[in-house]
């Protein structure tokens, strides 16, 4: 995606209110339906649009904390996540972005960048975890169909 337009902030504005209205922290254009590779996260009192989002672990250090997320919601699961990570990415106006987080901003990140990879939470458990919440998301699946 090259096109830093209108339609672009436009999508993003979107965004943002949607994921106000839910109190989440994180949004990914794919789980709203847009085919962008696009997504935004609040990090302290800020919201930043992140687009064509490349991402790079700062070392093998990992730490295992319990994430949710907006597309499985009530679904609560431990994740493995680097510590530290180095986001490459543009803003709405094409500018390079070059950030290192960690802790909590680097799970959010990393969380999103899943997303745009077709990556959900769940995906990222182990077969105990899986059985574990397999009523959860069987009541989800249901709710929706």
Not at 26 to 31: F, I
Not at 46 to 64: M, R
Not at 126 to 145: F, H, V
Request: aromatic share 4%.
């Amino acid at each position: 995606m090259t096109s830093f337009d209108g339609e672009l902030a436009h999508i993003a504005a979107q965004m943002k209110k949607t994921m106000q209205e839910v109190n989440g922290v994180g949004l990914s254009a794919n789980q709203v339906g847009f085919d962008k590779a696009l997504f935004i996260v609040k990090l302290s009192d800020e919201t930043y649009v992140f687009v064509n989002p490349e991402l790079t672990p700062l070392s093998n250090e990992t730490n295992k904390t319990e994430e949710g997320c907006l597309s499985i919601p009530g679904v609560w699961v431990d994740v493995e996540r680097y510590l530290k990570v180095r986001l490459s990415a543009k803003n709405l106006e094409g500018e390079t972005i070059e950030l290192e987080l960690e802790g909590h901003p680097a799970r959010v990140i990393q969380h999103e960048v899943d997303h745009l990879a077709g990556v959900l939470i769940i995906d990222r458990i182990g077969p105990d975890e899986r059985r574990r919440i397999a009523d959860q998301l069987e009541e989800i699946k249901n709710k929706a169909s």
